[in-house]
């Protein structure tokens, strides 16, 4: 059973840092995954935070998060991290993480069931 299980997710306050991590398991080859965080606020719509590409050599961000957030991955663990510094109140959300790969016209989307971040003093 092809899952990506996300962790890291706490409360911070305001300026401090979390790292999102997430595993996938299940994928036969899970490095030919493009990568994403999203998140999703109360009353608000999910959005996309970041995005890495299945090798790791391109990374595109929201530009609310550009300078403050990182996205990494490690295939040969099978997890994509999200480093989170200079947090602001602003960031709170459920944070989720997405693998999805389109091949001959097929894609596969993957969801995990997310972790919530609550940035609050």
């Known amino acids: 059973q092809v899952q990506v299980v996300e962790s890291g997710g706490g409360l911070v306050q305001p300026g401090g840092s979390l790292r999102l991590s997430c595993v996938g398991s299940g994928f036969t080859f899970i490095s030919m995954y493009a990568m994403s965080w999203y998140r999703q606020a109360p009353g608000k719509e999910r959005e996309l935070v970041a995005r890495i590409s299945s090798t790791g050599g391109t990374t595109n961000y929201a530009d609310s998060v550009k300078g403050r957030f990182t996205i990494s991955r490690d295939n040969a663990k099978n997890t994509v991290y999200l480093q989170m510094n200079s947090l602001k109140p602003e960031d709170t959300a459920v944070y989720y993480c997405?693998?999805?790969?389109?091949?001959?016209?097929?894609?596969?989307?993957?969801w995990g069931q997310g972790t919530q971040v609550s940035v609050s003093s």
């Open positions: 997405n693998a999805v790969r389109s091949i001959m016209g097929t894609t596969y989307n993957y």
